[in-house]
């Protein structure tokens, strides 16, 4: 069995010398589709995951509402009142909604910091200590994030983004336990962020930012017993419609408006922008496979057809091994096999050539690339389903004209 | 050993059918040597493709060795071709592109031979037709004749019982044709049932028995006696 394969491979080498040319664009047309398959999925990945990582920096399953001015009148009151939320309805809201997995409070403003010589004007956010992991504020190595006792003591303490640490503190450099100014109140750097990608926001970036208790905004900035806005955080991505609702009816009971007045508040629901992302990219990957799968195609419609040629010019010899007892099964195998063959070739090049590609644009070379279309890769998915399409192209390819072959009628085939 | 029973074969040329054997029955028995002669168009081709188990009749039956070849399968049929008959063709069909010996190894692939035994056997052929010497070389390295005594080794390889020839020495010089028949004979001698299709009154003439074909009917059937041979 062993000596009939090398058999099939000198037979398969012998046809493809006298076909050099043919083969060779036949092989390259399977090459590309490779290539074509591989790449595109493998771009349109990178490109998802980078701009699902972007997405999910803002934190997963947030909703984000503030107080507005009312657009229907409801129970005697008029419309265009004022809505103003206050600190204390976190926790009605919490209680009142299952769905609600946590909320904080936020406010935020402008406020000098002062390290050293360096000054800057940045965004100081008033949170409860749950909004770090909400929020994916991961602190790194050697620092935390704002915890209970800093909120009960209104401790002046600060959790800071990396950017800003660098600003304040010169690049890389360790901030954590120093002492910096906010409008001259001294305060305690307790933490530094992790860097993470961050595509959507609406008080400037986490990375520049700085967090602090809110108790202790309360105290010094706000002076006020209004809030800002709520950050709050859906148990389940498909809860936040059912949150929403819930946070109009709970808070229409309270302030007095109608409950299907939507301009009452403010709301943004980031999963919706995370659904349509998710819809985007299918449609994306869906688009790329199929753009691929046909070039892969057109490469095995040129296998079929060079496999025809062969099976044609070979007719005289398959009546002589007819004549001489091999069965229309040996012939069939010789054929598939060698269209497997040229499949083969064309498919490891194909790879080959895709994972050089893959390689180098994920090279640090590339690094501002990564930035907006992330980082390509040849995922075990993506690998397979081009294999399993390499598979059935070949098989597509080589079915046809190995039948003819085999169907070849010896006693015709030996009168050429 | 070979029994043909009323066998017919029609051809459809679209719309016109031909007839190319109209009822041939024929006992051919074990270790015969018989030539076929008739004129071109008499049905002397279907009746080798038939008897070689290439084609199957339209009619009738065909028995090899009480095996009724008229109803296999193009599989089985191509196991009965493989172990059981061995061909040798006018312009003798061998692969261009191998050499010699692996011309020879063919039907002992087909017929699962090991590699080693295969080479062993292939090698023994060659000698016996006198071409130890041309082991490695391509049909295209040989002259006429030895390419005709390749097929011949060719169709010796699995040791079959039927020899079928179809104008072996059509291509040849009559140096070549000669050497041709002497492997004939020998193998005579030593028991192989030789079935020769031919023109050529020489290759005839070494047949103890001619079968004379006309339209696809068996026209004259003679066996001549052994005093023939030795009057030669």
Known sequence: ?416 | MIVLENVGKQYDMGAIKVLALDGVSLEIGAGEMLAVLGPSGSGKSTLMNLLGCLDTPSSGSYRLDGELVSEMNRTQLAAVRNRKIGFVFQNFNLLGYATAQENVELPLIYARTPTVERRRRAIEMLELVGLGDRVKHRPAELSGGQRQRVAMARALANDPDIILADEPTGNLDSKSGEEIVALFENLHKRGKTLIVVTHDKNVAGHCKRVITLLDGRIDTDIRKGDSNRAAR
């Not at chain 1, 890389?172 to 961050?198: C, H, R, W, Y």
């Not at chain 1, 209004?226 to 955080?233: A, H, K, L, W």
Request: aromatic letters at 12%; a positive charge; glycine letters at 12%.
């Open chain 1, 1 to 416: 069995m062993i000596a009939y394969f090398f058999q099939l491979i000198g037979q398969f080498v012998q046809d493809m010398r006298r076909q050099k040319l043919r083969t060779f664009f036949t092989v390259f047309g399977i090459t590309w589709g490779t290539v074509a398959v591989i790449l595109l999925l493998g771009f349109g990945q990178g490109l998802e995951k980078e701009v699902m990582k972007g997405m999910r920096g803002m934190g997963s399953n947030i909703v984000i509402f503030g107080g507005r001015r009312t657009t229907k009148a409801f129970r005697g009151l008029g419309k265009g009142r004022w809505i103003g939320l206050r600190e204390d309805d976190a926790n009605l809201l919490r209680e009142r909604i299952p769905y609600m997995d946590f909320i904080s409070p936020e406010n935020n403003r402008q406020v000098h910091l002062t390290r050293g010589r360096n000054k800057r004007m940045v965004n100081v956010a008033g949170i409860y200590p749950g909004y770090g992991p909400v929020r994916n504020l991961w602190p790194a190595a050697g620092g935390r994030f704002l915890n209970e006792p800093d909120s009960k003591m209104k401790r002046r303490v600060v959790f800071i983004g990396d950017e800003l640490r660098d600003q304040l503190f010169g690049e890389g450099s360790d901030a954590v336990g120093k002492i910096i100014l906010m409008n001259s109140i001294p305060f305690k750097v307790v933490g530094v962020m992790i860097e993470k990608t961050q595509n959507s926001a609406y008080m400037g970036r986490d990375r520049g930012s700085a967090f602090i208790p809110f108790s202790t905004y309360s105290e010094i900035f706000s002076g006020r017993i209004y809030v800002n806005r709520f950050i709050c955080r859906a148990k389940r991505a498909v809860d936040t419609p059912r949150m929403r609702k819930e946070i109009y009816s709970v808070l229409g009971r309270k302030y007095k408006f109608d409950p299907t007045d939507e301009q009452a508040l403010w709301m943004w629901d980031t999963t919706e922008g995370q659904q349509f992302f998710f819809y985007f990219f299918l449609g994306f990957q869906i688009f790329m496979g199929i753009g691929g799968l046909l070039t892969l195609l057109v490469g095995g419609i040129g296998v079929a057809n060079i496999m025809y040629v062969v099976v044609r010019e070979r007719r005289k010899e398959i009546g002589i091994k007819t004549a001489l007892g091999a069965t229309p099964n040996t012939i069939l195998l010789q054929f598939m096999t060698e269209t497997f063959f040229i499949v083969a070739i064309g498919a490891v090049s194909g790879f080959a050539i895709s994972y050089g590609v893959v390689s180098i644009v994920q090279s640090p070379l590339f690094e501002n690339i990564h930035e907006y279309v992330g980082k390509p890769e040849i995922n075990p998915l993506v690998a397979s389903c081009a294999l399993i399409t390499l598979g059935l192209v070949g098989f597509a390819a080589g079915w046809a004209p190995a039948r003819r072959a085999a169907s070849t009628d010896p006693v015709q085939a030996l009168e050429f």
